[in-house]
T-cell receptor
Framework: SQKIEQNSEALNIQEGKTATLTCNYT??????LQWYRQDPGRGPVFLLL?????KEKRKERLKVTFDTTLKQSLFHITASQPADSATYLC??????????FGTGTRLKVLA | KAGVTQTPRYLIKTRGQQVTLSCSPI?????VSWYQQTPGQGLQFLFE???????NKGNFPGRFSGRQFSNSRSEMNVSTLELGDSALYLC???????????????FGPGTRLTVT
């Protein structure tokens, strides 16, 4: 069956370090992969989209990679700040008009 | 541009009752998707509507239904509520009009449903 896994439920890192979150998928051949941020009690907020023919995408302190051979995406936050603390979700388009989300990684940046 | 709005924000219902949740998408967005979010299962896709038509459906029982109006506003209904239906229900709007494309989804704040 189709599955998306985000490698850790929670990740604590020190302020200023780079946070790296992993999204692995099986039984998909997605054309796109998205990353969202969710704060407690709020809906997810779109961060980045990467296409299958793109190896890397950047936006300010965020970087996403997409390896279709490994079936994996990595999400990096450089120079992390306590305000980056949130849950981060990856999502794939499954077929047409349907998105499958990972269960998320809860990131905590320690001051 | 106003964001996605959902009403009500909080709801408490009793087992066996039914509930209707409402979602108003961003102006110009014709696609509305609904998701159920629980701590154990994460975000689970319920269904997606575009121009008043359901285009895709997740693996939920028939007690979960939805519709979309001509102004793109959408409602979802859950009948015969069960304790396990307690969750945060999120709707997301997007442009959704290009086959084969991927869209940013803009989520509303959600409706927190508690079934007792």
């Amino acid at each position: 069956s189709q599955k998306i896994e985000q490698n850790s439920e929670a990740l604590n890192i020190q302020e200023g370090k780079t946070a790296t979150l992993t999204c692995n998928y099986t039984n998909y051949s997605p054309a796109y992969l998205q990353w969202y941020r969710q704060d407690p009690g709020r809906g997810p907020v779109f961060l980045l989209l990467i296409r299958e023919n793109e190896k890397e995408k950047r936006k300010e302190r965020l970087k996403v990679t997409f390896d279709t051979t490994l079936k994996q995406s990595l999400f990096h936050i450089t120079a992390s700040q306590p305000a980056d603390s949130a849950t981060y979700l990856c999502a794939l388009r499954s077929g047409t008009y349907k998105y499958i989300f990972g269960t998320g990684t809860r990131l905590k940046v320690l001051a | 541009k106003a964001g996605v709005t959902q009403t009500p924000r909080y709801l408490i219902k009793t087992r066996g009752q039914q509930v209707t949740l409402s979602c108003s998408p961003i102006s110009g967005h014709r696609s509305v998707s609904w998701y159920q979010q629980t701590p154990g299962q994460g975000l689970q896709f319920l269904f997606e509507y575009f121009s008043e038509t359901q285009r895709n459906k997740g693996n939920f029982p028939g007690r979960f239904s939805g519709r979309q109006f001509s102004n793109s506003r959408s409602e979802m209904n859950v009948s015969t509520l069960e304790l396990g239906d307690s969750a945060l229900y999120l709707c997301a709007s997007s442009l959704g009009n290009l086959v084969g494309s991927s869209y940013e989804q803009y989520f509303g704040p959600g409706t927190r449903l508690t079934v007792t």
